[in-house]
């Protein structure tokens, strides 16, 4: 018989969660892991994965069941889920494996199983469960994600990570799959997103042949991003929130009051929307200036 009381308080740091191994090692033999099936203490997940009955199913124990069926780690949106850095856990979950295992065991949900090596640097154990590190999750997770460039900017408005923590790992991963939109977006943070954020409103607006416009349009003390003089519109172009500082803010509120009280109408627009929503940044610009002709 094991130390139950070892095994109890494994169980609970584990959310539930006890594997054959590691109720073997704890002490128990086969028979008695039988037993306390039988008897309904313990419930199968998958093979060789339990759950405690005294728990529910939670996402927690999910996570940790997904991880260890595949004895891999948790990476990407499940791992930014386990860090903290989204509010909820999204689905399916992304779990990591450096052997050739396939999903094929894991019948709980859907499940994204991806067969990647990382590096030791890149990995580490929160609440005893082995994930990848704030910069790793950061740089995949973005690069898996639809709208992965607020995922990133929000994380280095946070302090979470550092762009230079993200180049290191886009440097240890180059050539691997999905490197490549994460160095598109870690080169953006790293450089003037606000200018990277024009270049793409300049192509927008000649590619839906928009003309009339200013770029740099003096206006008082200030500069506009982009002007309509003759129909006083303006538009104001932002690029990342992490490169956004409070002085800066307190400007742009200044010369808005004052667009206001000329009687100009204006909209801002993030390296974001014109990523992400181009065709709505579109529509909104035209209605805008089909209002003041």
């Not at 139950?4 to 008695?32: F, H, M």
């Not at 024009?198 to 740099?216: D, K, M, N, S, Y």
């Not at 690029?239 to 109408?265: C, E, I, S, T």
Request: proline content about 3%.
């Amino acid at each position: 018989m094991g130390d139950s009381g070892a095994l109890a308080a494994l169980i609970a740091e584990q959310d539930g969660l006890i594997t054959s191994a590691q109720a073997l090692r704890g002490g128990l033999t086969r028979k008695e892991i039988r037993g306390r099936l039988d008897r309904r203490e313990w419930c199968a997940l998958v093979r060789g994965i339990y759950r405690s009955s005294s728990h529910p199913l939670t996402e927690s124990l999910l996570v940790r069941a997904a991880v260890a069926a595949h004895h891999g780690v948790a990476d990407r949106t499940t791992a930014a889920w386990w860090h903290g850095m989204l509010d909820s856990l999204t689905y399916p979950l992304t779990v990591a494996t450096a052997n050739t295992t396939t999903a094929d065991r894991w019948s709980l949900g859907p499940l994204d199983l991806t067969r990647r090596h990382y590096d030791d640097a890149d990995l580490t154990m929160v609440r005893g469960l082995r994930v990848t590190t704030p910069p790793a999750t950061v740089m995949f997770g973005a690069a898996a994600m639809p709208d992965g460039g607020r995922f990133l900017d929000r994380a280095l408005q946070r302090g979470v990570v550092t762009v230079t923590e993200l180049e290191a790992v886009v440097e240890r991963y180059a050539g691997s799959r999905g490197i490549g939109e994460a160095r598109r977006l870690v080169r953006i943070a790293s450089q003037d997103s606000e200018s990277e954020a024009e270049r793409l409103f300049v192509r927008l607006l000649r590619e839906a042949g928009i003309t009339g416009w200013v770029q740099q349009l003096r206006f008082g003390r200030w500069r506009l991003d982009f002007g309509w003089p003759d129909l006083r519109v303006a538009i104001e172009i932002d690029g990342l929130a992490f490169h956004y500082q409070h002085d800066r803010f307190q400007a742009d509120r200044a010369k808005y009051n004052a667009l206001d009280a000329a009687g100009w109408r204006k909209k801002v627009y993030t390296w974001h929307d014109l990523t992400y929503r181009p065709g709505e940044v579109l529509d909104e610009v035209l209605e805008m200036l089909n209002a003041r002709i």
